[in-house]
Nanobody, 117 residues
Framework: QVQLVESGGGLVQPGGSLRLSCAASGITFSLYGLGWYRQAPEKPRESVAIITSGSSTNYADSVKGRFTISRDNAKKTVYLQMNSLKPEDTAVYFC???????????WGQGTQVTVSS
């Protein structure tokens, strides 16, 4: 059974930082590209950051220079370090795993991030 379990969300003031974690089980982690997506109320889900199986990264323009995605294959965990948070970063953040080869992608259940004073 495949599971992606996010943690680390919460309430933070503007300018603050949070680190999200996503722990995976049931997959060969090193053979998956990983990503963080977010969805704000009444808005479509959008890609925030992606890291390939080879650790290449790509970021949405809105988070470049503020967010950093990383992975630890030994711990089967992907991270999203979020700095200089803004109110517009408020959303539910989802972890995503897509296999390099054939196979279905997987989603985590999401973790709420609220940036507010």
């Amino acid at each position: 059974q495949v599971q992606l379990v996010e943690s680390g969300g919460g309430l933070v003031q503007p300018g603050g930082s949070l680190r999200l974690s996503c722990a995976a089980s049931g997959i060969t982690f090193s053979l998956y590209g990983l990503g963080w997506y977010r969805q704000a109320p009444e808005k479509p889900r959008e890609s925030v950051a992606i890291i390939t199986s080879g650790s290449s990264t790509n970021y949405a323009d809105s988070v470049k220079g503020r967010f950093t995605i990383s992975r630890d294959n030994a711990k089967k965990t992907v991270y999203l370090q979020m700095n200089s948070l803004k109110p517009e970063d408020t959303a539910v953040y989802f972890c995503h795993a897509r296999p390099v080869g054939v196979g279905p992608p997987y989603w985590g259940q999401g973790t709420q991030v609220t940036v507010s004073s």
